[in-house]
Protein backbone atom coordinates (compact mmCIF):
# COMPACT_ATOMS: atom_id res chain seq x y z
CA UNK A 1 0.00 0.00 0.00
CA UNK A 2 2.54 2.48 0.60
CA UNK A 3 4.57 1.48 -2.44
CA UNK A 4 1.41 2.29 -4.66
CA UNK A 5 0.34 5.40 -2.75
CA UNK A 6 -3.38 4.51 -3.61
CA UNK A 7 -6.41 4.52 -1.38
CA UNK A 8 -7.45 0.84 -0.54
CA UNK A 9 -10.29 -0.98 1.53
CA UNK A 10 -9.08 -3.88 4.13
CA UNK A 11 -11.85 -6.38 4.35
CA UNK A 12 -11.44 -8.72 7.38
CA UNK A 13 -14.06 -11.69 6.12
CA UNK A 14 -14.29 -14.31 8.98
CA UNK A 15 -16.37 -17.48 8.62
CA UNK A 16 -18.51 -17.90 11.68
CA UNK A 17 -18.12 -21.38 13.25
CA UNK A 18 -14.78 -23.27 11.71
CA UNK A 19 -14.47 -26.11 13.79
CA UNK A 20 -18.69 -27.18 12.60
CA UNK A 21 -18.24 -26.68 8.87
CA UNK A 22 -14.88 -28.94 9.76
CA UNK A 23 -16.86 -31.46 11.10
CA UNK A 24 -19.30 -31.55 8.31
CA UNK A 25 -17.47 -31.53 5.42
CA UNK A 26 -14.08 -33.16 6.91
CA UNK A 27 -10.95 -31.64 7.31
CA UNK A 28 -9.45 -32.05 3.81
CA UNK A 29 -13.12 -31.26 2.17
CA UNK A 30 -13.13 -28.27 4.15
CA UNK A 31 -9.64 -27.16 3.61
CA UNK A 32 -10.29 -27.19 -0.38
CA UNK A 33 -13.56 -25.10 0.17
CA UNK A 34 -11.59 -22.85 1.73
CA UNK A 35 -9.25 -22.50 -1.18
CA UNK A 36 -11.95 -22.58 -3.49
CA UNK A 37 -13.17 -19.68 -1.71
CA UNK A 38 -10.22 -17.78 -2.18
CA UNK A 39 -9.70 -18.51 -5.63
CA UNK A 40 -13.34 -16.86 -6.45
CA UNK A 41 -12.31 -13.69 -4.18
CA UNK A 42 -9.39 -13.21 -6.68
CA UNK A 43 -11.48 -13.95 -9.67
CA UNK A 44 -14.17 -11.46 -8.48
CA UNK A 45 -11.63 -8.91 -7.41
CA UNK A 46 -9.20 -9.56 -10.52
CA UNK A 47 -6.27 -6.70 -10.49
CA UNK A 48 -7.66 -4.87 -8.21
CA UNK A 49 -7.90 -6.67 -4.69
CA UNK A 50 -5.23 -8.98 -3.30
CA UNK A 51 -6.43 -11.96 -1.45
CA UNK A 52 -4.46 -13.54 1.55
CA UNK A 53 -5.61 -16.17 4.37
CA UNK A 54 -5.64 -14.62 7.90
CA UNK A 55 -5.18 -17.61 10.53
CA UNK A 56 -7.99 -20.57 10.10
CA UNK A 57 -11.20 -18.40 9.56
CA UNK A 58 -10.66 -15.31 8.31
CA UNK A 59 -9.45 -13.72 4.97
CA UNK A 60 -7.76 -10.56 4.75
CA UNK A 61 -8.72 -8.83 1.05
CA UNK A 62 -6.98 -5.66 0.02
CA UNK A 63 -9.17 -3.86 -2.34
CA UNK A 64 -7.48 -1.12 -4.28
CA UNK A 65 -8.88 2.32 -5.71
CA UNK A 66 -11.51 2.35 -2.59
CA UNK A 67 -12.79 6.37 -2.51
CA UNK A 68 -14.82 6.05 0.44
CA UNK A 69 -16.98 4.18 3.10
CA UNK A 70 -19.73 3.38 0.73
CA UNK A 71 -17.72 2.55 -2.42
CA UNK A 72 -15.82 -0.33 0.20
CA UNK A 73 -19.43 -2.04 1.08
CA UNK A 74 -20.29 -2.38 -2.57
CA UNK A 75 -16.84 -4.71 -2.61
CA UNK A 76 -17.84 -6.32 0.30
CA UNK A 77 -21.51 -7.26 -0.60
CA UNK A 78 -19.96 -8.22 -3.97
CA UNK A 79 -17.70 -10.67 -2.04
CA UNK A 80 -20.66 -12.23 0.23
CA UNK A 81 -22.67 -12.72 -2.96
CA UNK A 82 -19.48 -15.03 -4.03
CA UNK A 83 -19.18 -17.14 -0.31
CA UNK A 84 -22.74 -17.34 -0.82
CA UNK A 85 -22.46 -18.68 -4.57
CA UNK A 86 -19.79 -20.78 -3.30
CA UNK A 87 -21.50 -22.35 -0.21
CA UNK A 88 -24.55 -22.82 -2.38
CA UNK A 89 -21.97 -25.04 -4.93
CA UNK A 90 -20.57 -26.93 -2.17
CA UNK A 91 -24.42 -28.10 -0.61
CA UNK A 92 -24.27 -26.36 1.84
CA UNK A 93 -28.10 -26.45 3.18
CA UNK A 94 -26.61 -24.65 6.58
CA UNK A 95 -24.31 -22.01 5.40
CA UNK A 96 -21.88 -20.74 7.68
CA UNK A 97 -22.47 -17.02 8.81
CA UNK A 98 -19.96 -14.35 7.17
CA UNK A 99 -18.65 -11.32 9.29
CA UNK A 100 -16.93 -9.02 7.13
CA UNK A 101 -15.35 -5.91 9.71
CA UNK A 102 -13.60 -3.16 7.14
CA UNK A 103 -11.16 -0.64 7.27
CA UNK A 104 -9.75 2.21 5.00
CA UNK A 105 -6.53 3.57 4.06
CA UNK A 106 -5.08 6.68 4.18
CA UNK A 107 -8.31 7.66 5.78
CA UNK A 108 -8.56 5.61 8.92
CA UNK A 109 -4.75 4.18 9.64
CA UNK A 110 -1.23 4.80 7.34
CA UNK A 111 0.26 1.51 9.27
CA UNK A 112 -0.93 -1.78 8.85
CA UNK A 113 -1.36 -2.49 12.49
CA UNK A 114 -3.74 -0.07 13.06
CA UNK A 115 -5.47 -1.16 9.70
CA UNK A 116 -5.91 -4.69 10.88
CA UNK A 117 -6.99 -3.70 13.96
CA UNK A 118 -9.36 -1.51 12.93
CA UNK A 119 -11.23 -3.82 11.07
CA UNK A 120 -11.24 -6.44 13.99
CA UNK A 121 -13.00 -3.94 16.11
CA UNK A 122 -15.06 -3.42 13.11
CA UNK A 123 -15.73 -7.53 12.42
CA UNK A 124 -15.74 -8.02 16.41
CA UNK A 125 -18.90 -5.31 16.36
CA UNK A 126 -20.73 -7.00 13.55
CA UNK A 127 -21.11 -10.36 15.49
CA UNK A 128 -23.14 -7.76 18.36
CA UNK A 129 -24.95 -6.33 15.49
CA UNK A 130 -27.57 -7.76 13.20
CA UNK A 131 -25.69 -6.52 9.81
CA UNK A 132 -23.29 -8.60 8.57
CA UNK A 133 -20.46 -6.09 7.88
CA UNK A 134 -19.52 -3.02 8.82
CA UNK A 135 -16.77 0.29 7.99
CA UNK A 136 -15.48 0.92 11.18
CA UNK A 137 -15.99 4.08 12.84
CA UNK A 138 -15.59 4.80 16.38
CA UNK A 139 -18.63 3.13 17.62
CA UNK A 140 -17.18 -0.16 16.93
CA UNK A 141 -14.36 0.67 19.58
CA UNK A 142 -16.68 1.75 22.05
CA UNK A 143 -18.89 -1.47 21.48
CA UNK A 144 -16.08 -4.02 21.64
CA UNK A 145 -13.69 -2.27 24.32
CA UNK A 146 -16.06 -0.69 26.80
CA UNK A 147 -17.10 -3.98 28.34
CA UNK A 148 -13.60 -5.47 28.10
CA UNK A 149 -12.82 -2.70 30.06
CA UNK A 150 -15.94 -2.60 32.18
CA UNK A 151 -15.23 -6.32 32.96
CA UNK A 152 -11.32 -5.22 33.95
CA UNK A 153 -12.45 -2.48 36.32
CA UNK A 154 -15.46 -4.63 37.75
CA UNK A 155 -12.55 -7.33 38.55
CA UNK A 156 -10.99 -4.99 40.32
CA UNK A 157 -13.35 -3.53 42.41
CA UNK A 158 -14.25 -6.85 43.28
CA UNK A 159 -11.09 -8.34 44.50
CA UNK A 160 -10.51 -4.36 46.65
CA UNK A 161 -13.40 -3.91 48.04
CA UNK A 162 -15.02 -1.65 45.74
CA UNK A 163 -18.68 -3.87 45.48
CA UNK A 164 -20.96 -2.94 48.21
CA UNK A 165 -24.41 -4.14 49.49
CA UNK A 166 -27.12 -2.95 50.32
CA UNK A 167 -30.32 -4.10 51.63
CA UNK A 168 -33.84 -3.28 50.80
CA UNK A 169 -36.52 -3.98 53.77
CA UNK A 170 -39.20 -6.30 52.92
CA UNK A 171 -42.71 -5.75 55.36
CA UNK A 172 -45.44 -7.98 56.11
CA UNK A 173 -48.80 -6.24 54.30
CA UNK A 174 -50.53 -6.79 57.52
CA UNK A 175 -48.92 -5.27 59.78
CA UNK A 176 -46.55 -2.81 58.15
CA UNK A 177 -43.22 -4.37 59.82
CA UNK A 178 -40.15 -5.67 58.77
CA UNK A 179 -40.30 -9.36 57.60
CA UNK A 180 -36.69 -9.71 56.25
CA UNK A 181 -34.21 -8.07 53.30
CA UNK A 182 -33.27 -8.05 50.19
CA UNK A 183 -29.72 -7.71 49.43
CA UNK A 184 -28.96 -5.41 46.33
CA UNK A 185 -25.01 -5.24 44.65
CA UNK A 186 -24.48 -2.18 44.33
CA UNK A 187 -20.42 -0.70 42.50
CA UNK A 188 -19.58 2.57 43.44
CA UNK A 189 -16.97 4.73 42.81
CA UNK A 190 -16.80 7.53 45.46
CA UNK A 191 -20.56 7.26 46.01
CA UNK A 192 -21.44 7.37 41.92
CA UNK A 193 -23.24 3.97 40.77
CA UNK A 194 -20.31 2.62 38.19
CA UNK A 195 -22.54 0.37 36.53
CA UNK A 196 -26.08 -1.46 37.64
CA UNK A 197 -26.38 -5.14 38.43
CA UNK A 198 -28.00 -5.80 34.74
CA UNK A 199 -24.62 -4.46 33.73
CA UNK A 200 -21.95 -6.01 35.75
CA UNK A 201 -23.51 -9.71 36.61
CA UNK A 202 -23.80 -10.46 32.92
CA UNK A 203 -20.06 -9.23 32.79
CA UNK A 204 -19.29 -11.48 35.77
CA UNK A 205 -20.55 -14.61 34.12
CA UNK A 206 -18.58 -13.98 31.28
CA UNK A 207 -15.50 -13.34 32.74
CA UNK A 208 -16.07 -15.93 35.12
CA UNK A 209 -16.27 -14.01 37.98
CA UNK A 210 -19.89 -14.71 38.88
CA UNK A 211 -18.44 -17.67 41.76
CA UNK A 212 -16.92 -15.01 43.04
CA UNK A 213 -19.25 -12.64 43.41
CA UNK A 214 -21.94 -15.03 44.50
CA UNK A 215 -19.76 -15.46 47.31
CA UNK A 216 -19.04 -11.95 47.81
CA UNK A 217 -23.39 -11.03 48.13
CA UNK A 218 -24.08 -14.40 49.90
CA UNK A 219 -21.26 -13.81 52.79
CA UNK A 220 -22.06 -10.03 53.07
CA UNK A 221 -25.83 -10.97 53.71
CA UNK A 222 -25.54 -13.65 55.88
CA UNK A 223 -23.31 -11.47 58.37
CA UNK A 224 -25.36 -8.80 58.44
CA UNK A 225 -28.29 -10.66 59.03
CA UNK A 226 -26.47 -12.28 62.08
CA UNK A 227 -25.59 -8.83 63.48
CA UNK A 228 -29.42 -7.84 63.01
CA UNK A 229 -30.40 -10.30 65.08
CA UNK A 230 -31.26 -12.84 62.89
CA UNK A 231 -33.44 -10.90 60.21
CA UNK A 232 -33.95 -13.10 56.95
CA UNK A 233 -32.32 -11.96 54.11
CA UNK A 234 -32.76 -12.57 50.10
CA UNK A 235 -29.73 -12.86 47.52
CA UNK A 236 -30.46 -12.56 43.84
CA UNK A 237 -28.79 -15.84 42.27
CA UNK A 238 -27.95 -15.62 38.45
CA UNK A 239 -29.02 -18.24 36.17
CA UNK A 240 -25.07 -19.24 35.75
CA UNK A 241 -24.94 -19.69 39.14
CA UNK A 242 -28.35 -21.23 39.52
CA UNK A 243 -26.22 -24.26 37.32
CA UNK A 244 -23.01 -23.93 38.57
CA UNK A 245 -21.66 -27.45 39.57
CA UNK A 246 -20.26 -25.81 43.19
CA UNK A 247 -23.38 -24.02 44.08
CA UNK A 248 -24.96 -25.87 46.32
CA UNK A 249 -21.97 -26.85 48.50
CA UNK A 250 -21.10 -23.32 48.46
CA UNK A 251 -24.88 -22.27 50.02
CA UNK A 252 -24.13 -24.93 52.33
CA UNK A 253 -20.68 -23.58 53.02
CA UNK A 254 -22.34 -20.25 53.98
CA UNK A 255 -25.22 -21.55 55.46
CA UNK A 256 -22.60 -23.48 57.81
CA UNK A 257 -20.19 -20.12 58.31
CA UNK A 258 -22.57 -17.85 59.70
CA UNK A 259 -24.99 -20.04 61.67
CA UNK A 260 -28.15 -19.68 59.79
CA UNK A 261 -30.97 -21.26 60.78
CA UNK A 262 -33.88 -22.94 58.28
CA UNK A 263 -35.72 -20.17 57.06
CA UNK A 264 -33.48 -17.52 56.92
CA UNK A 265 -32.30 -17.47 53.39
CA UNK A 266 -34.07 -16.76 50.64
CA UNK A 267 -32.36 -16.99 46.94
CA UNK A 268 -34.18 -15.26 44.23
CA UNK A 269 -34.03 -17.02 40.90
CA UNK A 270 -35.60 -15.47 37.74
CA UNK A 271 -38.24 -17.93 35.58
CA UNK A 272 -35.58 -17.43 32.72
CA UNK A 273 -33.15 -19.42 35.22
CA UNK A 274 -35.18 -21.71 35.27
CA UNK A 275 -35.88 -22.30 31.66
CA UNK A 276 -32.15 -23.16 30.46
CA UNK A 277 -32.65 -26.61 32.41
CA UNK A 278 -35.53 -26.83 33.64
CA UNK A 279 -34.57 -30.82 34.82
CA UNK A 280 -31.25 -29.90 36.57
CA UNK A 281 -32.82 -26.47 38.07
CA UNK A 282 -35.58 -28.05 39.81
CA UNK A 283 -33.28 -31.00 41.37
CA UNK A 284 -30.83 -27.58 42.66
CA UNK A 285 -33.63 -26.14 43.93
CA UNK A 286 -34.79 -29.60 45.87
CA UNK A 287 -31.71 -29.94 47.44
CA UNK A 288 -31.12 -26.24 48.46
CA UNK A 289 -34.76 -26.38 49.74
CA UNK A 290 -33.43 -29.72 51.84
CA UNK A 291 -30.98 -27.15 53.72
CA UNK A 292 -33.59 -24.75 54.52
CA UNK A 293 -33.06 -22.25 52.22
CA UNK A 294 -36.64 -20.55 51.27
CA UNK A 295 -36.92 -19.92 46.83
CA UNK A 296 -38.72 -17.04 45.69
CA UNK A 297 -39.36 -17.02 41.75
CA UNK A 298 -38.29 -13.99 40.86
CA UNK A 299 -39.87 -11.09 38.51
CA UNK A 300 -42.82 -13.24 38.21
CA UNK A 301 -45.09 -12.45 35.10
CA UNK A 302 -41.95 -11.04 32.82
CA UNK A 303 -40.11 -14.48 31.49
CA UNK A 304 -41.76 -17.27 29.76
CA UNK A 305 -44.01 -18.19 32.70
CA UNK A 306 -45.72 -21.72 32.36
CA UNK A 307 -48.55 -23.75 34.18
CA UNK A 308 -46.94 -27.09 33.83
CA UNK A 309 -43.27 -25.71 34.27
CA UNK A 310 -44.49 -23.92 37.53
CA UNK A 311 -46.37 -27.24 39.04
CA UNK A 312 -42.96 -28.61 39.27
CA UNK A 313 -40.44 -25.55 40.94
CA UNK A 314 -39.60 -25.94 44.55
CA UNK A 315 -41.06 -22.86 45.50
CA UNK A 316 -41.92 -20.98 48.64
CA UNK A 317 -42.41 -17.20 47.64
CA UNK A 318 -43.31 -15.30 43.85
CA UNK A 319 -42.51 -11.77 43.82
CA UNK A 320 -44.26 -9.73 41.43
CA UNK A 321 -42.35 -7.15 38.96
CA UNK A 322 -42.53 -3.70 39.46
CA UNK A 323 -43.49 -2.94 36.33
CA UNK A 324 -47.02 -4.49 37.35
CA UNK A 325 -47.43 -3.21 40.28
CA UNK A 326 -46.37 0.33 39.46
CA UNK A 327 -49.25 0.37 36.82
CA UNK A 328 -51.65 -1.32 38.60
CA UNK A 329 -53.66 1.77 39.65
CA UNK A 330 -53.58 3.61 36.03
CA UNK A 331 -53.83 0.16 33.93
CA UNK A 332 -56.84 -1.97 34.37
CA UNK A 333 -54.83 -5.10 32.71
CA UNK A 334 -51.58 -4.52 35.03
CA UNK A 335 -54.37 -4.99 37.84
CA UNK A 336 -55.49 -8.15 36.68
CA UNK A 337 -52.72 -9.38 36.26
CA UNK A 338 -51.73 -8.63 39.87
CA UNK A 339 -54.78 -10.38 40.96
CA UNK A 340 -54.08 -13.22 38.53
CA UNK A 341 -50.88 -13.81 40.31
CA UNK A 342 -52.25 -13.41 43.92
CA UNK A 343 -54.55 -15.85 43.33
CA UNK A 344 -52.28 -18.67 41.45
CA UNK A 345 -49.88 -18.23 44.31
CA UNK A 346 -52.53 -18.69 46.66
CA UNK A 347 -53.70 -21.90 44.56
CA UNK A 348 -49.95 -23.30 44.70
CA UNK A 349 -49.38 -22.05 48.98
CA UNK A 350 -46.78 -19.97 48.02
CA UNK A 351 -45.85 -16.44 49.43
CA UNK A 352 -46.38 -13.49 47.78
CA UNK A 353 -44.37 -10.62 47.44
CA UNK A 354 -45.19 -7.09 45.49
CA UNK A 355 -42.05 -4.80 44.10
CA UNK A 356 -41.92 -1.47 43.58
CA UNK A 357 -44.67 -0.25 45.95
CA UNK A 358 -44.41 3.27 46.07
CA UNK A 359 -47.76 4.86 47.23
CA UNK A 360 -50.24 3.64 49.95
CA UNK A 361 -53.40 3.58 47.51
CA UNK A 362 -51.17 0.92 46.21
CA UNK A 363 -50.27 -0.82 48.85
CA UNK A 364 -54.18 -0.82 49.83
CA UNK A 365 -55.10 -2.41 46.84
CA UNK A 366 -52.32 -5.17 47.46
CA UNK A 367 -53.83 -5.62 50.68
CA UNK A 368 -57.22 -6.11 49.52
CA UNK A 369 -56.24 -8.62 46.84
CA UNK A 370 -54.13 -10.34 49.58
CA UNK A 371 -50.64 -10.04 48.48
CA UNK A 372 -48.70 -11.19 51.67
CA UNK A 373 -45.50 -8.70 51.34
CA UNK A 374 -44.30 -5.97 49.80
CA UNK A 375 -41.13 -3.59 49.03
CA UNK A 376 -40.77 0.24 47.89
CA UNK A 377 -39.60 3.62 48.34
CA UNK A 378 -43.30 4.21 50.14
CA UNK A 379 -41.18 2.33 53.12
CA UNK A 380 -37.55 2.56 52.44
CA UNK A 381 -35.00 2.35 49.45
CA UNK A 382 -31.93 0.03 49.12
CA UNK A 383 -30.24 1.18 52.12
CA UNK A 384 -26.53 0.72 53.71
CA UNK A 385 -25.52 -1.80 56.45
CA UNK A 386 -25.33 1.05 58.99
CA UNK A 387 -29.38 2.65 57.30
CA UNK A 388 -30.81 -0.75 57.53
CA UNK A 389 -29.42 -1.05 61.22
CA UNK A 390 -31.50 2.38 61.92
CA UNK A 391 -34.28 1.87 59.89
CA UNK A 392 -34.84 -1.90 62.35
CA UNK A 393 -35.00 -0.06 64.92
CA UNK A 394 -37.82 1.88 64.18
CA UNK A 395 -39.65 -1.05 62.01
CA UNK A 396 -38.99 -4.60 64.07
CA UNK A 397 -41.51 -6.68 65.02
Known sequence: MQRDAGSFALLLINIADLPGLQARLGFQACAAFLQSLSDRFGLALD???????F???????????????????????????VAEEAMSDAALTIAPELNIGISLWPLQATDGESLLRKAQLAAAAVRKRTARLQVFDDSC??????????????????RSGGLQVYYQPKLR???????????????????????????????????????????YALS???????????LPVAVNISPGMLHHHDFVEMVRTALSAW?????????????????????????RLAQLRELGV????????????????????SADELKIDKSFVMRMLTEDADQRLV???????????????????????????????GCDYAQGYLFAPALSTQQLGVWLRDNRP
Not at 57 to 75: S, Y
Not at 142 to 158: D, H, K, R, S, Y
Not at 220 to 230: F, S, V
Request: with cysteine; charged share 25%; net charge negative.
Open 47 to 53: KRGTVLR
Open 55 to 81: GDANFCVLVRAIRNGGHAVLAAEKLAR
Open 141 to 158: AEQVLTPWTLGNAFAEAL
Open 173 to 215: IADRRAAGAEALMRWLRDGTPVATPDVFIPLAEEAGLIQETTW
Open 220 to 230: NALQQAAACGD
Open 259 to 283: SVKSGGLTLEITEGALIVDFEQATA
Open 294 to 313: RISIDDFGTGYSSLSYFKKI
Open 339 to 369: ETIINLARHFRLDVVAEGVEDQPTLDMLARM
